[in-house]
């Protein structure tokens, strides 16, 4: 199951734990292998921890010293920065990275600014933080792990063990429990059947617990704070807005230049051709006349349809008449059957019920396209000040939001996003594999005018 919320980073995917699936399972394996390799980085950034500690606190009495000091502190920032990567890379959670204060003045002043701002203390002492947390969890994901294939090949090398003179006074050989040897068929049966759930259920579980404590201790530590998240948001929204207007207004320069200015040009010209002919008698009888109206007629209608159907990308009509009626008119054109609710007993602002319209075609056209879907849902409603858009099918599920890459590829989910970032709403989407799809939209309601 994928859940992806429109708060920074919006393409984080956390994974989800299943008993039965767990040890075959990518996402266990990623988390594994973040604790083995996160190990050496770790190790290192102890080292460097102590090295700051040991030198640079000792010399911050002078100012030579005080840089020195502000050199090894800001110097947890390039272990945050692959600490980052390797979260996004092997946990599945990418996390924004602090904005430093830019420098000002000359070296004292560029040490002043490290050393009093909070991001920087935060990596430092995720230093000594990361190495504990690293440790302890490679150290009891491979010692859970070591047990369960030692216990499941336990009758293969517990032979070679010595042997021990047990409580009954007879010569052993294999691990003991609790004074019992296991030396029998029988308990080597049951000691394998253990080292199996400790395999199949024990270990996946203990190691996603891990790895929800190493995203934990990563976001809080190194990631933004929420003032600087916020602020990440605002502008990542502000940008978004722009080019969402930058393309719109070049989308309908295109489209009246290529469309309908060609028609109205056109019928500029078939107009003046039959002024012309009138003008100097070439056609008494005006039934040359009357062709080149009915043509410039024709054009004229064209035309209006073109302009029509450009101004419904901009503003639907139909939204005048509510946002019930937009996505009745919407839902109706499916080629799967959609259930609508709409509870409104305020209506929206324009701008949000233009947005929730856009969003639930989006929707819907995605579930057309790639769900399989045999039926939707779309539930409609106030919660407090929001506007909650709730989309639901029983398609094939693996919907998520993957933002536009270098190339221009993305999910079309990615758009929906953003349109709900410029008016601070949110997006939540779960699906997993094999469904059902529920996608869920929430924006402040505005006030309608």
């Known amino acids: 199951m994928s859940r992806t919320t429109a708060l920074i980073p919006p393409h984080t995917t956390v994974p989800r734990f299943r008993f039965v699936s767990g040890l075959f399972a990518a996402a266990t394996w990623r988390q594994f292998a973040f604790h083995a390799a996160h190990l050496p980085i770790a190790i290192g950034a102890l080292t460097w921890f102590a090295l700051a500690v040991g030198i640079g606190v000792p010399s911050a009495v002078t100012w030579f010293g005080l840089l020195v000091t502000a050199f090894l502190v800001g110097g947890s920032a390039w272990f945050a920065t692959v600490t980052?990567?390797?979260?996004?890379?092997?946990?599945?959670?990418?996390?924004?990275?602090?904005?430093?204060?830019?420098?000002?003045?000359?070296?004292?002043?560029?040490?002043?600014?490290?050393?009093?701002?909070?991001?920087?203390?935060?990596?430092?002492?995720?230093?000594l933080v990361g190495f504990v947390v690293t440790t302890a969890s490679f150290a009891v994901s491979v010692a859970v792990l070591v047990s369960a294939l030692g216990a499941m090949t336990h009758s293969i090398w517990g032979r070679f063990l010595p042997e021990q003179t047990g409580a009954d006074g007879l010569e052993h050989r294999g691990a003991q429990f609790l004074g019992v040897f296991v030396d029998t068929v029988p308990l080597q049966v049951a000691f394998a059947g253990v080292g199996l759930v400790l395999l199949v259920a024990v270990w996946p579980a203990v190691n996603h617990g891990l790895g929800s404590l190493q995203r934990a201790v990563i976001r809080s530590m190194l990631g933004a704070d929420l003032r600087q998240r916020r602020l990440a948001e605002v502008t990542a929204s502000r940008d978004a807005a722009v080019v969402d207007a930058d393309s719109t207004l070049r989308r309908i320069e295109r489209e009246l230049h290529d469309g309908t200015q060609a028609r109205l040009v056109g019928l500029a010209m078939t107009l003046g051709d039959a002024r012309d002919r009138l003008q100097s008698s070439q056609d008494a009888a005006g039934s040359g006349v009357e062709a080149l109206v009915a043509q410039a007629h024709a054009s004229t209608k064209e035309a209006l349809v073109e302009l029509r159907a450009l101004a419904r990308g901009i503003h639907p009509p139909v939204l005048d008449e509510g946002l019930e009626a937009g996505l009745a008119s919407a839902c109706s054109r499916t080629p799967f059957p959609v259930t609508l609710h709409v509870d409104l007993p305020v209506r929206p602002s324009p701008v949000v019920e233009g947005i929730a319209y856009f969003g639930v075609l989006e929707l819907l056209t995605?579930?057309?396209?790639?769900?399989?879907?045999?039926?939707a849902t779309v539930d409609v409603a106030?919660?407090?000040?929001?506007?909650?858009?709730?989309?639901?099918?029983?398609?094939?599920?693996?919907?998520?939001?993957?933002?536009?890459?270098?190339?221009?590829?993305?999910?079309?989910?990615?758009?929906?996003?953003?349109?709900?970032?410029?008016?601070?709403?949110?997006?939540?989407?779960?699906?997993?594999?094999?469904?059902?799809?529920?996608?869920?939209?929430?924006?402040?309601?505005?006030?309608?005018?």
């Open 84 to 127: 980052r990567r390797m979260s996004a890379a092997l946990l599945g959670q990418e996390v924004v990275a602090p904005t430093i204060r830019p420098r000002r003045g000359g070296p004292l002043a560029w040490a002043t600014t490290r050393l009093t701002d909070g991001s920087t203390w935060r990596a430092f002492a995720y230093l």
């Open 382 to 449: 106030l919660d407090g000040p929001e506007l909650v858009v709730t989309v639901a099918d029983d398609g094939a599920g693996g919907a998520h939001v993957s933002m536009p890459r270098p190339d221009g590829q993305g999910t079309g989910l990615a758009g929906l996003l953003e349109r709900l970032r410029a008016v601070d709403g949110t997006l939540a989407v779960q699906s997993p594999t094999g469904g059902p799809t529920t996608v869920r939209m929430a924006m402040p309601s505005g006030t309608a005018t």
């Open 366 to 375: 995605n579930v057309s396209k790639h769900a399989g879907a045999t039926v």
